[in-house]
């Protein structure tokens, strides 16, 4: 079955996500003393070497870390005019940067954030802006450690396709996008808080 939900329903995935290979010498990052299990704002993602051994299928929708379709940019040229690329963004990378990539961001079809760690908040605020700065209308998924507790509150951050991981269910993960009816605090799905949706006079 598939893990993959759009909108409010279970869907077949049409994007294979490349993941650059690791060579077995990635150091432990420590600071302070201890280690660091989240990547720092800014910080590389991958080396150039994982960069150029990337293995990128030759046909179909790929969904590629911005990396990756950088370096490679000019030979898939015509596959990102024909809507087969899709763009990957780890959360510890500016957003800034994809902004910086591509004229309009609403020439991807599909704008991915990785969540390597289900306690790293910044998805959030990574579908928030994307949304609300920089305008993104297209499919905007939560992929990497999605989690049934994250789904709801992704939702209100602009997500609207969430690639549970592997272990997880994802037929109950579904029906967490119904835990509340009726959300206090604005976001991005209903920008007004619940005091000026709710007339209180008439209650």
């Known amino acids: 079955m598939s893990q993959l939900i759009k909108g409010s329903a279970i869907a077949a995935d049409e994007w294979v996500r490349v993941i650059p290979p690791t060579f077995g010498d990635e150091v432990v990052r420590k600071q302070a003393g201890k280690i660091v299990l989240f990547k720092l704002h800014g910080e590389d993602t991958f080396t150039q070497r994982q960069i150029d051994a990337a293995d990128i299928p030759a046909t179909g929708k790929v969904l590629l870390p911005l990396t990756v379709w950088q370096a490679n940019k000019e030979r898939l040229a015509d596959r990102m005019a024909a809507g087969e690329i899709g763009i990957l963004l780890q959360t510890h ?111």
């Open 93 to 203: 990378e500016p957003i800034e940067s994809l902004a910086e990539a591509f004229d309009d961001l609403n020439s991807l079809p599909l704008i991915a954030v990785f969540v390597e760690r289900f306690a790293d908040g910044r998805n959030f605020t990574l579908g928030n802006l994307l949304r609300s700065r920089y305008g993104f209308k297209n499919e905007l998924r939560a992929v990497g450690d999605v989690l049934r507790d994250q789904l709801y509150f992704l939702k209100r951050s602009g997500f609207s396709s969430y690639l549970i991981r592997a272990d997880r269910n994802a037929e109950e993960a579904l029906e967490s996008l119904n835990d509340f009816s009726q959300p206090y605090q604005g976001a991005v799905d209903e920008v007004n808080p619940v005091w000026r949706r709710v007339n209180r006079s008439q209650a």
